[in-house]
């Protein structure tokens, strides 16, 4: 049983472009969703987070959409650079219990030039 | 600080065998957990730790051991190796239960023959 469901499994943006990578989740205990950001060799590191009490949360070029009613939300890539190229991860986390973060499957972005 | 430290960096494993993942941080955090990162499927969780002597089970624990007798040091232990065990195996710690960032290691690629 998946609890958090992402699409795409992959995307090819355009240097300059938007990159979207879409999250849905079913657990409405749910109250923290980190994105986490994964280059080749080297362990996830955290890129932005959001809480369910704002709908958006922006930091540079990268922005976090939340859809409480829709138990959606997305991670926006402004402006995509070829630094951008790695792994995303969308995840979320009940902080009322112990604590377990849960991740999505996945999304390999490729920044081209 | 050096964060949170995984080793080996690589390891070849023959069916059967046994082995321990190390894993330590050096920033006093109570909770500290193990993923498997497998292509497809995201991150799981195997086993988890809210404190010293406290673990429990994660998404897949089967085949993995772990134990907590230190604040530092988390390791993972497969007891009898077996070819599906092959994997990425991260190791995180975070701080306290709620919104405060999860930080990964390395990671440690295994593979099992």
């Known amino acids: 049983q998946q609890q958090v469901k992402q699409s795409p499994q992959s995307l090819i943006v355009q240097k300059g472009g938007i990159s979207i990578i879409n999250c849905a989740y079913e657990?409405?205990?749910?109250?923290?969703f980190p994105w986490y950001q994964q280059f080749p060799g080297k362990g996830p590191a955290l890129l932005i987070a959001?809480?369910?009490?704002?709908s958006e949360k922006k930091e540079g070029r990268f922005t976090i959409s939340f859809n409480k009613s829709a138990k959606q939300f997305s991670l926006h890539i402004m402006d995509s650079q070829p630094g951008d190229s790695a792994t995303y991860f969308c995840a979320a986390l009940n902080t009322g219990t112990a604590s377990k973060l849960t991740f999505g499957t996945g999304t390999r972005l490729q920044v081209t030039l | 600080n050096a964060g949170v430290t995984q080793t080996p960096k690589f390891q070849v494993l023959k069916t059967g065998q046994s082995m321990t993942l190390q894993c330590a941080q050096d920033?006093?955090?109570?909770?500290m957990s193990w993923y498997r990162q497998d292509p497809g499927m995201g991150l799981r969780l195997i086993h988890y730790?809210?404190?010293?002597?406290?673990?429990d089970q994660g998404e897949v624990p089967n085949g993995y051991n772990v134990s907590r007798s230190t604040t530092e040091d988390f390791p993972l232990r497969l007891l009898l190796a077996a070819p599906s065990q092959t994997s990425v195996y991260f190791c995180?710690?975070?701080?306290?239960?709620?919104?405060?960032?999860?930080?990964f290691g390395p990671g440690t690629r295994l593979t099992v023959l």
């Open positions: 730790s809210v404190g010293a002597g406290i673990t």
């Open positions: 657990n409405t205990a749910f109250d923290y």
């Open positions: 920033m006093n955090h109570e909770y």
């Open positions: 959001i809480r369910p009490d704002v």
């Open positions: 995180a710690s975070r701080r306290g239960f709620s919104y405060n960032e999860q930080f």
